[in-house]
C-alpha cells in the first residue's frame, strides 16, 4: 500500500500556486554585431525547454518582446540587474532568466543568473560550454543547472526534445526570422521561415513558426485595405501640403477652392484609415476601441472630427463669395489621382453641405464613418465604439445646435418659397428632420424621436413619406410591434425577476447597445450589473453561463483576448460546460490562447510526509446527504485513478470530519483520521465549498505499521 501512495505521489503534479518565469534576452559578448538578433532564438529556445519543467509558469517570447517595445528599452544589457527588475514587474514575473554569450573560437559559452525580482536578489549562477554547433546540448545543460536553483524537476522530458536546434547557423536564421516577425514584416518573415524548414526539416521550433507566420501573412492580405500603404502616406502629405493655406481658403480663385475641399475628402478618409489601426478588426460590423490603443483612437476620431467641421466650414465660405462649382472643377495631378485609387483613399470628390452634416452626424452619434472606396469601387466605411458623442459630450451638444440651426433655416426657406419651389424646399426641410428623428431613436430618446416625427407630419402632411413616418411614431409609442424594443423590454423584465429566458434573449441585444456607447468597458458594466441584481445561485447560474459564454466570444471577435480568458474563467466558475467551451474556442476564435481558463476553479491539494505536492485534479465535488447530516468532500486523480474523499458530520453550527478515505485503482482503500474547517459552504448546488484539511493514513506492511500524513490541505469543490 505505501508502494501505492509513493507511485501516487510520483505521479501526481505540483501545486497550482507556481511562481512565474520569463526568459529575458542574453547580452551579446562576441563581439560581433551581426548576432545581436541571435539573442532572440536564444530565448525562444529557452523558454521552449523550461515549459517541460514542472513548478514554474514560464512567460511567451512573443510577450516578453511586447513589453521591451513598450517600455523603449535598448537592445543592450537586458542583463543589467535593475532593468532585469523593471521587466519582471511589468511581466508579473517572479524570476527572471538572465545572461550573456560569448564565442571564444569554436566555443560558445552561456553565462546565466537566475534573478529573484521580488527580492532583487541572485537566486543561482550557471555557466555551460561546448561546441558552438553543439547549442541545443549546450542550452539543456544550462537550464539542468539553472534549475537547481529553484527546485523544479522535469514533468515531460521528451517535451525538451522540442528546443532541439541544429547548428548555430540555423539558431541564427531563426532568430532573424523571429526579428523580421516582430518587426511587422509578415511577408519577410514568412518566406524566412519556409526558406529556414526547407533546409532544416528536422527544426520542430522552425516548423511552428513557419505555421503561425502563415497564418500572420493570411491576416496581413486580409487587412491590407486597413493599412497604412507609402501610397496612402503620400496621399496624405499631399492633402495637408494643400490645406496648410487653410486660412486663405476664401481668398482662392474657384477651381483652387475645389482641388482643396476634394483633397479636405481624402484627408477625411486617410484618418478614418489611421483610426482603423486602434480599434478591433475581426468583427465587420462593429470595431472596438482596443484598450490599449484607446488615446490614439481618441486623437484620431479628434482629427477627423475637427477635420469634418472645417470642411463644413469651407463649404459656408465658399457659397458666400464664389461660384457654384462640380467636382470636374477640381484638377488633381494623374500621378496623385493614381495614388488615390490605389490606396483606396477616393474618390477626391466634393459633397453638399447637407450630406456633410449627415456624414458628420452620422459619426458623431452612430461612430459611423469612411475610409475611402477601393479600385473595385467597393466602400470601406465601419462603425466604430464608442462614439464621439460619448467620448465628447461638448460636441455633440454643439451638433445638436447645429442640427437645429440647420433645420431652422430649412423650415424657413420652405414656408417662404414660391409654388415652384415649394415642393422641393418642404423636402429638404423633412429630410433633415427626420435625420434627427432617426438619430434619436438610435439613442433611444424615444419621446423626442415622436416628437421629430411628429413635426414633419404636422408641418408637411402631404410628404411622400408620412405612411413610414406614421409607423415609426407607433413602434416607438408601443402601438405596432417593434422587435427592438421587445427585446430590452424583455430584458428589463427579466432584471427585476431573474427568469432565464428572459435573460437570455435580451441580453446580447443589451449589451451590444452598452458596448456600442462605452465600448469594451461597456461589456464589463453590463456584466457587473447583471450579477448584482441577479447573483449566482440554482435559478441563475445557468443564464450567467450563457452571457459570461457569448461576453467571452464577443470578446475575442473584438480581439480582446485577455477579456475573452475572463469571460471563459466565470463561464467555467458557472459550471459551463469544458468541452463546448474548447469547441466554441476551435470553431470560431482560435486566434486567441488562453492557457488554462480552468485553473484555480476548483482544487483540492496537499502535502504528502512533509514533501510532496501532490493534487487531485478531477471530480472535485462535494456532496450533502438528504437528511443533511453529512457532507462528503472527494476528488480524483486522471493519472493515477486514485480517489481521496473526506466525511464530514455536523458539529455546532459547522461541520467536524469523522473520517477520510484513500481508495487507490487496485481497489484498496485506506480509512484514517482527519480535522478539517469550512471557510464557505455552498448555499446551493453548483457553488463551492472551500476549506483546509489535514488526514493521516496508517496501515500494515510486512508486519510493520506504516503512516501517510497529510498536512496543508486546501479544497474547493462544486455542490452536487
Not at 426657406?413 to 415652384?420: K, V
Request: with cysteine.
Amino acid at each position: 500500500m505505501h508502494a501505492a501512495l509513493l507511485t501516487l505521489a510520483l505521479a501526481l503534479g505540483a501545486s497550482d500556486a507556481k511562481p512565474t518565469l520569463a526568459v529575458l534576452y542574453f547580452d551579446n559578448n562576441t563581439k560581433n554585431a551581426d548576432l545581436d538578433v541571435m539573442r532572440k532564438g536564444l530565448a525562444d529556445m529557452m523558454v521552449t525547454d523550461l515549459v517541460s519543467w514542472d513548478g514554474v509558469t514560464v512567460v511567451e517570447r512573443d510577450k516578453f518582446e511586447a513589453v521591451v517595445a513598450e517600455l523603449k528599452l535598448q537592445r543592450t544589457k537586458y542583463f543589467d540587474q535593475a532593468t532585469a527588475v523593471k521587466i519582471g514587474k511589468f511581466l508579473e514575473a517572479r524570476y527572471l532568466l538572465t545572461g550573456s554569450m560569448a564565442i571564444s573560437g569554436d566555443k560558445l559559452i552561456l553565462d546565466a543568473k537566475l534573478l529573484d525580482a521580488t527580492k532583487n536578489s541572485i537566486v543561482v549562477t550557471a555557466r555551460a560550454d561546448g561546441p558552438k554547433d553543439d547549442i541545443f546540448e549546450i542550452e539543456q545543460q544550462l537550464v539542468e543547472r539553472v534549475t537547481v536553483g529553484i527546485d523544479i524537476k522535469v514533468k515531460n522530458e521528451a517535451g525538451r526534445r522540442r528546443a532541439k536546434v541544429p547548428s548555430l547557423e540555423a539558431l541564427l536564421a531563426y532568430s532573424k526570422a523571429m526579428d523580421l516577425s516582430d518587426n511587422g514584416k509578415v511577408e519577410e518573415a514568412q518566406k524566412a521561415f519556409a526558406a529556414l524548414v526547407s533546409k532544416s526539416p528536422t527544426f520542430l521550433m522552425a516548423r511552428e513558426r513557419k505555421e503561425q507566420a502563415v497564418k500572420a501573412l493570411e491576416e496581413y492580405n486580409k487587412r491590407k485595405k486597413e493599412i497604412i500603404t507609402e501610397s496612402a502616406l503620400r496621399v496624405a502629405k499631399a492633402a495637408d501640403d494643400t490645406l496648410k493655406n487653410e486660412a486663405k481658403f476664401d481668398q482662392l480663385p474657384t477651381p483652387e477652392q475645389a482641388r482643396f475641399l476634394a483633397m479636405r475628402r481624402v484627408k477625411a478618409h486617410f484618418l478614418a484609415r489611421v483610426l482603423r489601426q486602434y480599434v478591433s478588426s475581426r468583427e465587420s460590423s462593429l470595431r472596438v476601441v482596443l484598450t490599449s490603443k484607446r488615446q490614439q483612437a481618441i486623437e484620431a476620431m479628434r482629427a477627423w472630427h475637427s477635420n469634418q467641421l472645417r470642411y463644413l466650414d469651407e463649404l459656408r465660405l465658399h457659397s458666400k463669395g464664389s461660384a457654384n462649382f462640380s467636382p470636374s472643377d477640381a484638377t488633381i495631378a494623374p500621378e496623385l489621382l493614381n495614388d488615390i485609387t490605389d490606396s483606396g483613399l477616393g474618390p477626391a470628390n466634393i459633397v453638399s453641405a447637407d450630406q456633410a452634416l449627415n456624414e458628420l452626424s452620422q459619426f458623431v452619434f452612430g461612430g459611423r464613418i469612411s475610409s475611402g472606396v477601393d479600385a473595385k469601387g467597393d466602400r470601406s466605411d465601419y462603425t466604430v465604439a464608442p462614439t464621439w458623442a460619448d467620448l465628447s459630450p461638448a460636441d455633440a451638444k454643439a451638433l445638436w445646435k447645429t442640427f437645429d440651426d440647420r433645420i431652422a433655416a430649412a423650415m424657413k426657406t420652405a414656408a417662404e418659397a414660391s409654388a415652384a419651389q415649394r415642393d422641393a424646399t418642404a423636402r429638404a426641410a423633412a429630410s433633415l428632420i427626420e435625420d434627427k428623428a432617426e438619430i434619436l431613436q438610435r439613442l433611444h430618446r424615444d419621446d423626442d424621436a415622436v416628437a421629430a416625427f411628429q413635426l414633419i407630419l404636422d408641418t408637411y402632411p402631404t410628404d411622400s413619406r408620412n405612411s413610414w413616418r406614421e409607423g415609426q411614431i407607433k413602434k416607438l409609442i408601443g402601438g405596432a410591434h417593434d422587435f427592438e424594443r421587445d427585446v430590452r423590454e424583455r430584458y428589463a423584465k427579466g432584471l427585476k425577476s431573474c427568469e432565464d429566458m428572459d435573460l437570455r434573449v435580451g441580453a446580447s441585444r443589451v449589451c451590444d447597445d452598452q458596448v456600442r456607447h462605452e465600448g469594451l468597458e461597456g461589456m464589463d458594466r453590463f456584466w457587473d450589473n447583471l450579477v448584482k441584481t441577479c447573483p449566482a445561485t440554482a435559478k441563475t447560474r445557468s443564464v450567467l453561463a450563457y452571457v459570461a459564454k457569448d461576453l467571452a466570444m464577443d470578446s475575442a471577435r473584438y480581439d480582446d483576448c485577455e477579456r475573452a480568458r475572463t469571460y471563459w474563467r466565470r463561464y467555467v466558475e458557472l459550471n459551463g460546460s469544458i468541452s463546448d467551451m474548447l469547441g466554441y474556442h476551435k470553431n470560431y476564435t482560435p486566434w486567441c490562447e488562453y492557457g488554462d481558463v480552468t485553473a484555480n476553479v476548483l482544487w483540492m491539494k496537499f502535502v504528502m510526509d512533509r514533501g510532496w505536492t501532490p493534487e487531485v485534479d478531477q471530480n472535485l465535488v462535494s456532496v450533502k446527504s438528504y437528511d443533511g447530516k453529512q457532507l462528503a468532500i472527494s476528488g480524483h486523480n486522471k493519472t493515477s485513478s486514485i480517489d481521496l474523499s473526506l466525511y464530514l458530520v455536523p458539529e455546532g453550527t459547522g461541520w467536524k470530519c469523522r473520517d477520510a478515505t484513500w481508495r487507490t485503482r487496485d481497489g484498496d482503500q485506506v480509512t484514517g483520521t482527519c480535522t478539517t474547517k469550512i471557510s464557505r459552504e455552498a448555499k446551493d448546488k453548483g457553488d463551492f465549498d472551500e476549506g483546509t484539511f489535514e488526514a493521516t493514513f496508517t496501515f500494515q506492511q510486512d508486519g510493520h505499521g506504516l503512516k501517510t500524513e497529510l498536512t496543508k490541505g486546501e479544497f474547493r469543490v462544486r455542490r452536487q
